[in-house]
């Protein structure tokens, strides 16, 4: 096969075995790759209704067909797994160089099942696969982890792994890459930590087959071109993503004091300039990316100092403005923190801020967790992270995320998540197509399921009213299908919506259907590129049903529903769920309880 | 005969690389005076804004492209890119 090896290495952590298994070309064909065969394996491979941190769990890294292919940013990766944070399905994406030392391997794919019985880390060279002990380096921080398991593997190798908050079972937990980079949300380092696999280290010179090499290679060379010459890209270069804190202020949805408001009097403070003012070393890239979004920092602020990559905006959104802090060097010693401990931090920010909540409307005391925990304090979000890493006195109830902190002490409506997962960076009663987003997405409050604030926010790849819910269902519906595909292609969103689609709202994937022909010669055309999609996204829509999932949970917090902002451009506003999803049901072809209807599953081949 | 020009005060904020379309000191933000019947466009125009690749907003909505700016107003614009 072009585009795939038709190769996934599972590895039994139980008894330390490893199996090469082949794919039907078929089958790679139908489900693209990264999230959409990965789904389909978890869904033949675990009962949906196992405990996320069980041995039953199954733990997967894919890789799609562009993962490490010459397409601009084709150079991403997707865990995939049931979430302990939210009890249902997770993927997370994450970039770096480490996906493509992946794909290097040999493998398309990795499985992970069972539980070892002490801690290991999986070594590949090439067509040598080895379990290793990694009792030395438990309990250590992420960067430590990687510099010794490099030291004694290859230098030039490239490590995936979690730190103490995976190994705490913390359901924030990430699993690192490169150090710095995240796959970030729902736990999903929580679960490697629960079978005790500390890390991953590839090295490898496999190269995958291509259907057109010059023609991949002549495509990529003018799209690097493109990126690197588009001035709306640049913005991307200079600021990173934290030139967004403005722009989501002025449309009053900035996530502020756990979602109480949008609009934040410090955000001059914690925005793109200000860090380019005070921290930035340079911009960063991911492997051979052309946009070079991330950023490079040093703090020397007393008491604040360190090193590393970030903030991005969704940890300043999080860390920042929802916890009422505005000193930039506090944030940015935060996102350093989660970084080596292993954290999301937007899962930590807001379960923060929602802590912060409620202690100021006395449902937790400060005798209780024996701090004056309030918005605006800096040091005391600091402490917090620390603790929440390690489930240290109060941070053991935050571990536990904001959803299990606020119901145990019945108030639930504190915490500001869609299915148990906080929300990212955008209030979505002045966005409300991220209303319905987050309230149908198959991991929960994602953005990156299906980001249509890239419309309604940014313009890109056109600009639509936030303030309306008119035809988004119908969008909502396309741009989750689309970051399906994004998703299962191995590219980064960043490029993705900017490049491989034709440049309207509806998100046609002629370039990406192009690029995907090249590598894998599969005859793809942008509709059976779609539906594929499609197929993914109602196969995870079958898992969430079997694991418990109703339309009871196809939902918001209270908050969103019945609170109306009380300022800036959106005030008066809250989601009108209830109007959006009935027809959201309807444009997916599911019955009026959200299951998808026979006929739907006929037309996708998942009957 | 010559007529009388009314003068309005509004509010103008360029984010990002926008920025550096107002002197330095302003970091982005400045209040302008504007003829009457001057649309948002008009006055983004005038300070070298590529309104054909920009996101426009007034008081944080997008307004309607004919609309003459009103007293008090606050103006807004970035280049319409990818998100956070």
């Given at each position: 096969?072009?585009?795939?090896?038709?190769?996934?290495?599972?590895?039994?952590?139980?008894?330390?075995?490893?199996?090469?298994?082949?794919?039907?070309?078929?089958?790679?064909?139908?489900?693209?790759?990264?999230?959409?065969?990965?789904?389909?394996?978890?869904?033949?491979?675990?009962?949906?209704?196992?405990?996320?941190?069980?041995?039953?769990?199954?733990?997967?890294?894919a890789?799609?067909?562009?993962?490490?292919?010459?397409?601009?940013?084709?150079?991403?990766?997707?865990?995939?797994?049931?979430?302990?944070?939210?009890?249902?399905?997770?993927?997370?994406?994450?970039?770096?160089?480490?996906?493509?030392?992946?794909?290097?391997?040999?493998?398309?794919?990795?499985?992970?099942?069972?539980?070892?019985?002490?801690?290991?880390?999986?070594?590949?060279?090439?067509?040598?696969?080895?379990?290793?002990?990694?009792?030395?380096?438990?309990?250590?921080?992420?960067?430590?982890?990687?510099d010794?398991?490099?030291?004694?593997?290859?230098?030039?190798?490239?490590?995936?792994?979690?730190?103490?908050?995976?190994?705490?079972?913390v359901?924030?937990?990430?699993?690192?890459?490169?150090?710095?980079?995240?796959?970030?949300?729902?736990?999903v380092?929580?679960?490697?930590?629960?079978?005790?696999?500390?890390?991953?280290?590839?090295?490898?010179?496999?190269?995958?087959?291509?259907?057109?090499?010059?023609?991949?290679?002549?495509?990529s060379?003018?799209?690097?071109?493109?990126?690197?010459?588009?001035?709306?890209?640049?913005?991307?270069?200079?600021?990173g993503?934290?030139?967004?804190?403005?722009?989501?202020?002025?449309?009053?949805?900035?996530?502020?004091?756990?979602?109480?408001?949008?609009?934040?009097?410090?955000?001059?403070?914690?925005?793109?300039?200000?860090?380019?003012?005070?921290?930035?070393?340079?911009?960063?890239?991911?492997?051979?990316?052309?946009?070079?979004?991330?950023?490079?920092?040093?703090?020397?602020?007393?008491?604040?100092?360190?090193?590393?990559?970030?903030?991005?905006?969704?940890?300043?959104?999080?860390?920042g403005?929802?916890?009422?802090?505005?000193?930039?060097?506090?944030?940015?010693?935060?996102?350093?923190?989660?970084?080596?401990?292993?954290?999301?931090?937007?899962?930590?920010?807001?379960?923060?801020?929602?802590?912060?909540?409620?202690?100021?409307?006395?449902?937790?005391?400060?005798?209780?967790?024996?701090?004056?925990?309030?918005?605006?304090?800096?040091?005391?979000?600091?402490?917090?992270?620390?603790?929440?890493?390690?489930?240290?006195?109060?941070?053991?109830?935050?571990?536990?995320?904001?959803?299990?902190?606020?119901?145990?002490?019945?108030?639930?409506?504190?915490?500001?998540?869609?299915?148990?997962?906080?929300?990212?960076?955008?209030?979505?009663?002045?966005?409300?197509g991220?209303?319905?987003?987050?309230?149908?997405?198959?991991?929960?409050?994602?953005?990156?399921?299906?980001?249509?604030?890239?419309?309604?926010?940014?313009?890109?790849?056109e600009?639509?009213?936030?303030?309306?819910?008119?035809?988004?269902?119908?969008?909502?519906?396309?741009?989750?299908?689309?970051?399906?595909?994004?998703?299962?292609?191995?590219?980064?969103?960043?490029?993705?919506?900017?490049?491989?689609?034709?440049?309207?709202?509806?998100?046609?994937?002629?370039?990406?259907?192009?690029?995907?022909?090249?590598?894998?010669?599969?005859?793809?055309?942008?509709?059976?590129?779609?539906?594929?999609?499609?197929?993914?996204?109602?196969?995870?829509?079958?898992?969430?049903?079997?694991?418990?999932?109703?339309?009871?949970?196809?939902?918001?917090?209270?908050?969103?529903?019945?609170?109306?902002?009380?300022?800036?451009?959106?005030?008066?506003?809250?989601?009108?769920?209830d109007?959006?999803?009935?027809?959201?049901?309807e444009v997916?072809?599911?019955?009026?309880?959200?299951?998808?209807?026979?006929?739907?599953?006929?037309?996708?081949?998942?009957? | 005969?010559?007529?009388i020009?009314c003068?309005?005060?509004?509010?103008?904020?360029?984010?990002?690389?926008?920025?550096?379309?107002?002197?330095?000191?302003?970091?982005?933000?400045?209040?302008?005076?504007?003829?009457?019947?001057?649309?948002?466009?008009?006055?983004?125009?005038?300070?070298?804004?590529?309104?054909?690749?920009?996101?426009?907003?007034?008081?944080?909505?997008?307004?309607?492209?004919?609309?003459?700016?009103?007293?008090?107003?606050?103006v807004?614009?970035?280049?319409?890119?990818?998100?956070?």
């Amino acid at each position: 096969m072009d585009g795939w090896y038709g190769k996934i290495l599972r590895v039994n952590l139980t008894d330390g075995t490893t199996t090469v298994e082949t794919v039907d070309p078929q089958f790679a064909k139908d489900y693209i790759g990264g999230r959409g065969w990965a789904i389909k394996y978890l869904m033949d491979g675990m009962n949906p209704k196992a405990d996320a941190l069980s041995p039953e769990n199954l733990l997967i890294f894919a890789t799609g067909p562009l993962t490490g292919s010459p397409a601009p940013t084709g150079n991403r990766y997707m865990v995939v797994t049931k979430s302990p944070l939210t009890g249902v399905l997770t993927n997370s994406n994450s970039g770096g160089d480490f996906p493509t030392w992946m794909k290097r391997t040999g493998f398309d794919m990795f499985i992970f099942e069972g539980r070892a019985e002490k801690p290991v880390y999986l070594w590949i060279n090439d067509d040598q696969v080895e379990i290793r002990s990694a009792e030395h380096v438990w309990g250590k921080q992420v960067p430590e982890t990687t510099d010794t398991l490099l030291a004694e593997t290859d230098r030039k190798a490239k490590v995936a792994c979690i730190g103490p908050a995976g190994e705490r079972l913390v359901k924030a937990a990430a699993i690192m890459n490169d150090k710095d980079r995240a796959a970030a949300r729902s736990g999903v380092g929580a679960v490697m930590g629960s079978k005790n696999l500390k890390a991953v280290v590839f090295q490898g010179t496999h190269q995958i087959g291509m259907a057109d090499r010059p023609g991949m290679k002549k495509l990529s060379m003018s799209m690097n071109q493109e990126v690197g010459h588009d001035s709306k890209t640049s913005v991307l270069r200079i600021y990173g993503t934290p030139y967004v804190p403005d722009v989501t202020n002025e449309l009053g949805i900035l996530p502020t004091r756990n979602f109480q408001t949008g609009r934040f009097e410090g955000v001059e403070n914690i925005n793109g300039p200000a860090l380019n003012e005070s921290f930035l070393i340079r911009p960063g890239a991911c492997f051979r990316c052309p946009i070079v979004c991330n950023r490079i920092t040093k703090v020397d602020v007393p008491g604040y100092e360190g090193e590393g990559e970030g903030p991005e905006y969704e940890s300043i959104g999080a860390l920042g403005s929802a916890c009422g802090v505005d000193n930039l060097a506090a944030i940015t010693k935060a996102n350093y923190l989660c970084n080596e401990y292993g954290m999301d931090t937007i899962t930590v920010g807001m379960t923060i801020a929602c802590a912060m909540e409620m202690c100021e409307a006395g449902i937790i005391s400060e005798e209780e967790i024996g701090y004056p925990l309030k918005f605006g304090d800096a040091d005391g979000m600091i402490e917090f992270v620390k603790k929440m890493a390690l489930r240290e006195g109060f941070g053991d109830k935050l571990a536990e995320g904001s959803y299990a902190l606020a119901e145990s002490y019945g108030h639930p409506e504190y915490s500001i998540t869609a299915k148990k997962l906080e929300f990212p960076g955008y209030d979505p009663r002045g966005a409300k197509g991220m209303g319905l987003l987050y309230a149908t997405s198959n991991i929960g409050a994602s953005h990156m399921s299906g980001d249509l604030a890239y419309a309604e926010v940014f313009g890109t790849p056109e600009k639509i009213d936030p303030l309306t819910i008119e035809n988004k269902p119908e969008l909502i519906k396309r741009f989750e299908d689309a970051f399906t595909l994004i998703d299962a292609s191995g590219l980064c969103v960043f490029l993705a919506v900017r490049y491989v689609f034709d440049k309207d709202v509806n998100l046609w994937p002629t370039r990406l259907t192009e690029l995907m022909n090249l590598t894998t010669g599969a005859d793809y055309t942008p509709a059976t590129l779609l539906q594929a999609a499609e197929r993914v996204f109602n196969l995870e829509r079958l898992f969430l049903l079997e694991a418990g999932v109703t339309k009871a949970d196809d939902t918001l917090p209270k908050r969103m529903l019945e609170e109306p902002l009380t300022e800036g451009p959106a005030a008066g506003q809250v989601v009108e769920l209830d109007e959006m999803l009935p027809r959201f049901y309807e444009v997916r072809g599911w019955d009026e309880e959200g299951v998808p209807t026979p006929e739907k599953l006929a037309e996708l081949g998942l009957e | 005969m010559r007529g009388i020009i009314c003068l309005m005060k509004v509010k103008v904020k360029l984010i990002a690389t926008y920025r550096d379309l107002l002197p330095p000191e302003r970091r982005g933000k400045m209040e302008m005076e504007v003829a009457e019947g001057t649309t948002a466009v008009d006055l983004l125009i005038s300070l070298g804004v590529p309104i054909e690749e920009s996101v426009v907003l007034v008081d944080g909505r997008t307004p309607d492209p004919n609309q003459p700016l009103q007293e008090g107003d606050s103006v807004c614009a970035f280049s319409a890119t990818a998100g956070g």
